[in-house]
């Protein structure tokens, strides 16, 4: 029994003596071969970058490593990083160079979004990786300024003037690549956020070609929807010539009216209000007759107040005459609307309806065959006082009925017109007429608008768009108070193609 005792205490003595054994420090001379150890490192990444759509981004990240090696390689990822975005939002790779030099489009990056863009170095000799990650935002340099609609080849294509007076060229092919424009017809836009519930509300832009119509993201200026998703029912012919929102004066703010479209000569319209689901423009509205025999002219006037007496007004181009547009059908003016001229019965060809310098007051320019009228309307009518006729005058203004181009100002009483390379001002109260700029002998005006207030300046503007066979150019006139434009324009803008159209994108 005791020596199976011994053996026992012995047995134990070894094991703790081996156990002892392995944790002694091993104090053994080996070789150990030192890896390359590589860190990426960048200023640029201390900060979030803004970039804006369009321009490229550029980064220069320095290697550095601890033993030097030829075999290297990189790799350049992207991934929407904003707050909405799901972490399992999908991963681009957009380069492998040691630098970035990569163009920021529509198709990858989107307007006002956050971006995470890492560059991945890798030694291929022993697959050890560093990585640099830099935080991106997508700046919205198209936010406010001029857009031009231009005829390119057999298609069309936008470019802006931005209030800090840059150009931007071909923006709708570089932000739209996928949907290309046909020929173009016109552009509006609208200083107020539409609540039509197809989207978030915001401002809209619409752009009217031969055979379709198209909404644009007002953030992203990218396509959204087509004529096709903007009615209920897509018309069976598609024509469009305008397409936009009536607005009336709430405080210093305009606020949504009415919605009207005019495709095929005829009328649509598109009513908000507190009624739930998406609203579209619907079927045509019939004429006070019950028909859809007339043919409305690409212009609507509308009242100021939401109490309008005449919401919105239109011309009827085949019956040459005025109809007041309800939410269901156009309406004739009531017989005591009319004294100076028939509301129902103009007999005349329409030139140009735009805002006069008083509030509610239209100006219709108008030719019976070849001499010129003015004819003033407003939208208001008091109720003992339902007369909506204001003046008909025969214009002293030479060539007018010829004009390429027509606007009206809405702070003194003039009009502007262009025939060939000439610009004459029209003033309502005194009946005259005066050339005010002529233009290089080459250039033909195509397209002129009024600003009456322009952004940090507190002046009115004039903007003149020509075209000479080969290049479009555009013209800045700063207007006085008397309506002058101080004897030459204060910018020139060149390398346009042939402007079709332009409107103001607030």
């Known amino acids: 029994m005791k020596a199976d005792y011994q053996k026992y205490i012995h047995a134990l003595l070894l094991l703790l003596l081996l156990v002892f054994a392995g944790c002694y420090k091993d104090q053994g001379n080996y070789d150990y071969k030192k890896i390359n150890e590589i860190s990426v490192t960048d200023a640029a990444a201390a900060q979030r970058i803004f970039i804006n759509q369009g321009d490229t981004l550029r980064l220069n990240p320095a290697v550095s490593q601890t033993i030097p090696s030829g075999d290297l390689s990189y790799a350049w990822f992207m991934y929407n990083n904003s707050p909405n975005s799901s972490y399992a939002m999908p991963r681009d790779t957009i380069a492998r160079t040691p630098n970035l030099v990569f163009r920021v489009t529509g198709d990858l990056f989107v307007l006002g979004e956050n971006y995470r863009v890492t560059v991945k170095v890798t030694d291929n000799k022993t697959g050890i990786s560093a990585v640099r990650q830099y935080d991106i935002t997508v700046a919205n340099k198209y936010a406010q300024g001029w857009m031009f609609l231009e005829e390119k080849g057999t298609g069309a294509d936008l470019s802006m003037i931005l209030p800090d007076n840059s150009v931007e060229h071909n923006i709708y092919s570089l932000l739209n690549p996928a949907a290309p424009l ?5 552009i ?3 200083r107020f ?4 519930d197809l989207s978030t509300p915001n401002r809209r832009i619409y752009i009217q070609t031969e055979s379709d119509a198209i909404e644009l993201s007002s953030l992203t200026l990218t396509k959204k929807f087509d004529i096709g998703y903007l009615f209920f029912a897509k018309p069976r012919i598609v024509k469009p010539t305008y397409i936009g929102w009536a607005a009336y004066i709430s405080g210093a703010s305009p606020w949504q009216r009415m919605g009207i479209a005019i495709n095929n000569g005829q009328v649509h319209t598109n009513l908000v209000g507190g009624f739930p689901g998406i609203k579209k423009w619907g079927e045509a ?6 028909v859809y025999d007339y043919d409305i002219a690409p212009y609507i006037a509308g009242g100021s107040t939401y109490a309008a007496t005449y919401p919105v007004v239109v011309y009827d181009k085949k019956y040459k005459r005025f109809y007041s547009v309800g939410s269901n059908a156009l309406t004739a003016f009531p017989a005591a609307a009319s004294t100076i001229f028939d509301m129902n019965n103009v007999g005349m060809d329409l030139l140009l309806l ?3 310098n008083v509030t509610d007051r239209y100006n219709a320019v108008m030719k019976d065959g070849t001499t010129p009228y003015l004819l003033q309307f407003r939208t208001v009518a008091a109720t003992d006082d339902p007369v909506v006729t204001i003046a008909k005058v025969a214009m002293n203004a030479p060539g007018i009925v010829s004009a390429s181009a027509l606007a009206s100002s809405t702070l003194t009483p003039h009009i502007f017109y262009a025939v060939g390379n000439k610009l004459y001002k ?3 109260t005194s009946n005259t007429t005066a050339e005010i700029f002529g233009f290089p002998a080459t250039e033909t005006i195509t397209r002129m608008d009024y600003l009456k207030a322009v952004s940090g300046t507190g002046q009115q503007r004039l903007v003149v768009a020509t075209w000479n066979g ?8 700063n207007v006085s108070a008397v309506g002058d434009l101080g004897g030459s324009y204060t910018h020139v803008f060149n390398g346009f193609n042939k402007i079709i159209d332009f409107a103001y994108k607030y």
């Open 182 to 186: 046909g020929k173009p017809v016109s």
């Open 188 to 190: 509006t836009t609208t």
């Open 193 to 196: 956020d539409v609540t039509d």
């Open 285 to 290: 509205i019939a004429n006070p007759a019950g």
């Open 354 to 356: 735009d805002s006069a």
């Open 426 to 428: 029209y003033e309502t």
């Open 470 to 477: 080969s290049e479009g150019k555009v013209y800045f006139f």
